[in-house]
């Protein structure tokens, strides 16, 4: 009985450990920003909004920085993940999260990502 709860619990705890969500998240939400993946390091995925696909593939934190100096900044947050290798440099992605730090970019933890088709 015990052995069944204890595998049951960590059974649990493997599932929710994963943020990608095959649930709709609406990007007018105040709490959720779209966006392309242009960096990523070994815990966070770097989301830029209002750039093309093709902008994406050929940014990276540098890039955007230098950018920003000289033009408007696009929006910019790093979202922290517990697996960054799931994602891809130039997916387009919707992240749910709660609470940002307001540097640039931002930063915060994500709830839940979805993963937009094109």
Same mark, same amino acid.
């Given at each position: 009985?015990?052995?069944?709860?204890?595998?049951?619990?960590?059974?649990?705890?493997?599932?929710?450990?994963?943020?990608?969500?095959?649930?709709?998240?609406?990007?007018?939400?105040?709490?959720?920003?779209?966006?392309?993946?242009?960096?990523?390091?070994?815990?966070?995925?770097?989301?830029? $909004?209002?750039?093309? =696909?093709? @902008?994406?593939?050929? #940014? &990276?934190?540098?890039?955007?920085?230098?950018?920003?100096?000289?033009? %408007?900044?696009?929006?910019?947050?790093?979202?922290?993940?517990?697996?960054?290798?799931?994602?891809?440099? $130039?997916?387009?992605? =919707?992240? @749910?999260?709660?609470? #940002? &730090?307001?540097?640039?970019?931002?930063?915060?933890?994500?709830?839940? %990502?979805?993963?937009?088709?094109?």
């Amino acid at each position: 009985m015990k052995l069944s709860i204890i595998f049951f619990t960590i059974l649990t705890l493997f599932g929710a450990c994963s943020e990608i969500t095959d649930e709709e998240l609406d990007p007018e939400e105040a709490d959720v920003e779209e966006g392309y993946i242009v960096d990523k390091d070994e815990s966070r995925i770097l989301v830029v $909004g209002d750039i093309t =696909r093709e @902008e994406a593939t050929k #940014m &990276d934190e540098q890039k955007l920085m230098s950018r920003s100096e000289s033009s %408007i900044q696009p929006p910019a947050v790093w979202f922290g993940v517990n697996n960054p290798g799931d994602y891809e440099l $130039g997916q387009l992605v =919707r992240v @749910e999260f709660e609470g #940002m &730090d307001a540097s640039y970019p931002g930063q915060a933890g994500a709830e839940k %990502i979805q993963i937009v088709g094109e």
